[in-house]
């Protein structure tokens, strides 16, 4: 007794160009106690619908791959349907969720709901415009969860275009930018807390000085007018030593001002005509005691000095040396004539 065996299996033939066709083989086979005498069938290239069912494979496995990647993002990401006038979410992902604490009853709703009271007008307006000309907005503004709680909200909206142009869907991504925009506003107040110190400072050190300088500008007036009595010639040099010193103290009480009007960027310089040559030999003078007592010899050569009249600040030229002489009266522990290599 001859039965038959109906079939179909599946077949892939590589060809001479060394690339693989697919076909479907399709028939039955005689049997005869059980063995097969005769096979008849029929062969069909199945190979482009083959490489379109891999192809939808691929893309329905890459479009599985973004869900997931847009649903495990750290940033919030809605989808809003633009052929609809009021403009419904569509889609919501988890961390949009996490940041707003509103589930799904947000699809289907525009996203108005998550302005409030202290929602900034002039950022709605920015969103507002960009919609209205599909175009791409970044806008940071207060928004407010489920529960009411204000945070801020960085937020950007990209329109979405078919293949004919024509828009289709707006792409909404959130960012929880709330203690960036503390820290910031901390860091401005600690700045402005900082101005405001040094300005203090300097509005103190510029009363001290004036309260100091006054009496100072007492003691020089009083050496000069003893300067003008009859003293002799010891009596008069001691004066002046006396005059030469009260004027380097003036001068650093004027230091102290000085820096006040540099925190201020009000520091100006003098151009005044004066002679150098004197100004040199009362500042030695000045200091000779301090070197006296170290046991360090002051010597000032101006031999090589052709001009002693100059212009320009003889209270900063002041400074500037009195500060090097007394720098290196300090810091000198010997003179030149016990220096070893002098020694004989």
Sequence with gaps: ?????????????????????????????ALKDGQAKRIVGSLSDITDQKLHQEALKKAKEQNDLLAQAIECANVGITIVDATKPELPIVFANKTFQQITEYGD????????????????QQALDEIREAIIAHEFV????????KSGKAFWNSLQISPVFNEQN???????????????VEAKKELEQAKQAAEQG?????????????????????????????????????????VSLAMGSAKSLLNLINDILDFSKIEAGKLELESLDFD????????????????????????LDVTQLEKPLVQGDPSRIRQIITNLISNAIKFTEQ?????PSLVQ
């Design 138 to 145: 970044k806008v940071e503004l207060i928004n407010y969860t």
């Design 166 to 180: 024509q828009l289709t869907a707006f792409v909404g991504i959130q960012q929880d930018i709330t203690a960036a």
């Design 105 to 120: 009853e947000v699809l289907g709703k525009n996203c108005r709901f998550l302005q409030g009271e202290h929602t900034q």
């Design 335 to 339: 003179g030149e004539n016990h220096h």
């Design 276 to 299: 150098v040559r004197a100004l040199l030999g009362e500042l030695v003078e000045s200091v000779a005691l301090q070197a006296q007592k170290k046991g360090l010899e002051l010597i």
């Design 1 to 29: 007794m001859t039965e038959e065996e109906p079939f179909g299996v599946e077949c892939r033939i590589k060809t001479r160009q060394n690339s693989y066709r697919y076909f479907w083989l399709k028939g039955a086979a």
């Design 198 to 238: 040094a300005q203090a400072k300097s509005e103190f050190l510029a009363s001290m000085s004036h309260e100091i300088r006054t009496p100072m500008n007492g003691v020089i007036g009083m050496l000069s007018l003893l300067e003008d009595e009859h003293l002799s010639q010891t009596q008069l040099h001691k």
